[in-house]
């Protein structure tokens, strides 16, 4: 059935930033048909369905540039702390259970319905599996977008060296017996990944009409093998899919590659050659001038997660740098740890706040033209879909939201981009379309029982409260000797400062 949207005021963000101050949008199976005054749909018979936008803006969906879904259930679950410290309560060296199929689906969905009402149409899923991942427990995330209607690339992110292998100084710290369980403690091999990762994107890979898509993950390059590096990076370029990693988090990651490398990761990833386009590196925050020289002539996106950034104290990301030296930032919210929501406005609010400390020269500020930029084109081309999403142009997947100008973000309406950035909180989004299909009206997700989603989550949470005490037991047994790693890395002198302070 054909939709019209009616008589909005469109913003496109196309190549030009077209914008009309009254247009149709007229939307045909997955895409967009023809935008424009007055358009002519007397061609379209009876089936034609009108959506009457006076007074709504039309704009394109919102990216979620960098998410951890099977992190949706552990909002506010711990005390802020350095990430090499959280990741114990994230991450747990010791856990000996992979995620059910049931667990993975609900989390995922939770996720999936609060984005879908923020106006938030797609997200590109870097998701971890603890201990290890599972086909079952895969096809359970996979199974959540499927049924929520949202556009989804999703990834593998499993690491497979020993615990202590991922940091600095950590092994010499380690008393024995605990380094022996590190040592011992399961991890999957790299065959058995890669037989893995064949039959997800076999699977997944261009799944519901195109609606879903796979990347491949190696989470951080300390934290694979190598070979495991390499053999990412050639199905990457085989099935011309993303290559996400997390690379110069933090200060201490920037330390071990002195230590283990004798250089930056970029340098590492670039030497031995998976820094391609198709890589979308996440964080870039303890970068040097060499590193952005090498991620702006690959080609590469970068995931700026400005509040996960400041939550965990990780540091400022040189933004200015990096889209000087020509180099596309998306935007993404990371995980519910960090962010506590999966608000993609906050994200760019606070993206447009913390540059501003950073740089006391005001001409480099991050403009909410750039920024909305980021929110749309930026987080498409991380997910390889440049060309299908992230603006609103007559062949293009019709993720489409409408805003309600007649509220208090927009009165007055004194500049429309600025007011998107810095006064929307997602409260005015009245409509969220994903590849053509209505998946939220006022506020309601129209895919999903939310009611009987919550009690699903209300009726997981007892075990799950119970996984969160051992694991924060076992967290207090390791965080003595992290913190002593984490404090030696802070001491040392790496020849730049990513902190707010001295």
């Not at 996440?282 to 991620?295: K, Q, Y």
């Not at 992290?482 to 730049?496: N, P, S």
Request: charged share 25%; glycine share 8%.
């Amino acid at each position: 059935m054909p939709i019209l949207i009616r008589n909005a005021r469109v913003l496109t963000m196309d190549d030009d930033d077209t914008e009309f101050p009254r247009a149709d949008i007229l939307v045909r199976s997955t895409k967009i048909a023809g935008i424009g005054p007055d358009l002519d749909v007397s061609n379209e018979g009876r089936d034609l369905e009108v959506i009457e936008a006076d007074g709504l803006l039309a704009m394109p969906g919102l990216v979620n540039g960098h998410l951890h879904s099977p992190g949706n259930f552990l909002k506010g679950a711990t005390d802020d702390a350095p990430l090499e410290i959280f990741m114990l309560h994230e991450v747990p060296p010791f856990s000996d259970e992979p995620p059910s199929a049931h667990l993975n689906h609900v989390r995922t969905m939770l996720g999936a319905v609060e984005m879908l009402k923020l106006g938030v149409t797609a997200v590109h899923d870097d998701a971890f599996y603890t201990p290890r991942a599972t086909a079952e427990a895969v096809d359970g995330l996979m199974q959540a977008y499927v049924e929520s209607g949202m556009r989804a690339v999703v990834t593998i992110d499993q690491p497979n060296v020993v615990e202590y292998e991922k940091y600095p100084f950590l092994r010499d710290l380690l008393p024995e017996e605990i380094r022996r369980r590190m040592a011992e403690t399961p991890r999957q091999s790299t065959e058995e990944l890669t037989e893995l990762y064949t039959g997800f994107i076999e699977r997944w890979n261009g799944a519901c009409a195109g609606r879903l898509g796979t990347a491949v993950s190696c989470s951080a390059p300390q934290r694979v093998t190598p070979e495991y590096l390499q053999i990412l990076s050639e199905l990457s370029e085989r099935h011309r899919i993303p290559y996400d990693i997390h690379i110069l988090e933090t200060k201490l990651q920037r330390v071990l590659g002195e230590e283990k490398h004798g250089k930056s990761f970029i340098r590492y990833v670039h030497d031995a050659g998976v820094l391609t386009p198709r890589m979308m590196v996440i964080h870039a925050i303890w970068v040097d001038d060499e590193d952005i020289e090498l991620l702006a002539a690959s080609g590469c996106t970068v995931a700026h997660n400005p509040i996960s950034n400041q939550k965990i104290g990780s540091g400022i990301m040189p933004f200015r740098r990096l889209r000087s030296a020509g180099v596309p930032i998306c935007l993404g919210t990371d995980e519910a740890t960090v962010d506590d929501s999966a608000n993609m406005w906050g994200v760019a609010k606070a993206a447009g706040l913390i540059h501003k400390i950073a740089d006391p020269e005001y001409r480099n500020w991050p403009t909410a033209p750039e920024l909305l930029r980021c929110l749309t084109r930026g987080g498409a081309r991380g997910m390889g879909l440049e060309d299908r999403v992230g603006a609103l142009a007559p062949g293009r997947e019709a993720d489409i939201i409408l805003v309600d100008l007649n509220t208090i973000a927009f009165t007055p309406l004194n500049d429309l981009r600025r007011q998107l950035v810095f006064s929307e909180n997602g409260s005015s989004v009245g409509m969220t379309m994903v590849a053509g299909r209505v998946v939220c009206e006022k506020g309601r997700v129209l895919t999903v029982d939310e009611e009987a989603l919550k009690d699903e989550v209300r009726a997981l949470f007892p075990a799950h409260r119970r996984e969160l005490a051992r694991t924060a037991a076992a967290a207090a047994e390791l965080e003595p000797y992290y913190r002593e790693m984490y404090l030696r890395a802070a001491a040392r002198d790496v020849g730049l400062n990513r902190w707010a302070g001295p």
